[in-house]
Nanobody, 124 residues
Framework: QVQLVESGGGLVQAGGSLRLSCAAS????????MGWFRQAPGKEREFVAA????????YYAEAVKGRFDISGDKAMNTVYLQMNSLIPEDTAVYYC?????????????????WGQGTQVTVSS
């Protein structure tokens, strides 16, 4: 059974940093795409960042470009999201997702596996 478990969320002041981790188990995602999405209260789930292990391509939402960095440890089946210069608008539940496809994408429907989410709250 595939499981994605996020960790690293919490409360941080504006301007601060957090590092989210997502550990995958149940199968290897060494040739798959993995991504991060977020959902704020009353809003739809939105794309944050994605990485394709093949070729190391990375994509970011415009709202986080230059502030967030997605990376991963293929051997450990783990993906990270380093979040810097956080602003209150980044407050949301952050979800890790993995796809059977190797192509990273911003479309949430293209991902096959999801974690339970971790709360990130940025205070002003």
């Amino acid at each position: 059974q595939v499981q994605l478990v996020e960790s690293g969320g919490g409360l941080v002041q504006a301007g601060g940093s957090l590092r989210l981790s997502c550990a995958a188990s149940g199968r290897t995602f060494s040739s798959s795409a993995m991504g991060w999405f977020r959902q704020a209260p009353g809003k739809e789930r939105e794309f944050v960042a994605a990485i394709g292990w093949s070729g190391g391509r990375r994509y970011y939402a415009e709202a986080v470009k230059g502030r967030f960095d997605i990376s991963g440890d293929k051997a450990m089946n783990t993906v990270y999201l380093q979040m810097n210069s956080l602003i209150p608008e980044d407050t949301a539940v952050y979800y890790c997702a993995a796809a059977d496809s190797a192509i990273p994408t911003s479309g949430w429907s293209r991902y096959d596996y999801w974690g339970q989410g971790t709360q990130v709250t940025v205070s002003s």
